[in-house]
């Protein structure tokens, strides 16, 4: 199995920046994309990030292109998001997620029902 493990997530001013990593173990070599998901209180859970892992492709959110980076190093078996010029918007709880599903197109990267794991999630706040 899949165990995925958050963190890096904290306290930050608007216009600052946060690097979240997301360690995983046991037998992986069968996901295939792998996502940063967040959710804030009282919304519906988003899709911020993916990577095709073979491929290396990403895919990103709206609101985060331009701002949010996503990246793997597997040696390490580690994904992470770097957060830039964040903003009081950014602030939710953070989840790392993995699927035996592909998106080496970006299929259905956003959708949740997607992913088989997902980690305990890392906060982020954002004051303005």
């Known amino acids: 199995q899949v165990q995925l493990v958050e963190s890096g997530g904290g306290s930050v001013q608007a216009g600052g920046s946060l690097k979240l990593s997301c360690a995983a173990s046991?037998?992986?070599?069968?996901?295939?994309?792998m996502a940063w998901f967040r959710q804030a209180p009282g919304k519906e859970r988003e899709g911020v990030a993916a990577?095709?892992?073979?491929?290396?492709?990403?895919f990103y959110g709206d609101s985060v292109k331009g701002r949010f980076t996503i990246s793997r190093d597997g040696a390490k078996n580690t994904l992470y998001l770097q957060m830039n010029s964040l903003t009081p918007e950014d602030s939710a709880m953070y989840y790392c997620a993995t699927a035996r599903a592909y998106c080496a197109a970006g299929e259905y990267w956003w959708e949740s029902q997607k992913y088989r794991y997902w980690g305990q999630g890392t906060q982020v706040t954002v004051s303005s």
């Open positions: 990577m095709a892992t073979g491929s290396g492709l990403t």
């Open positions: 046991g037998v992986i070599y069968s996901t295939y994309c």
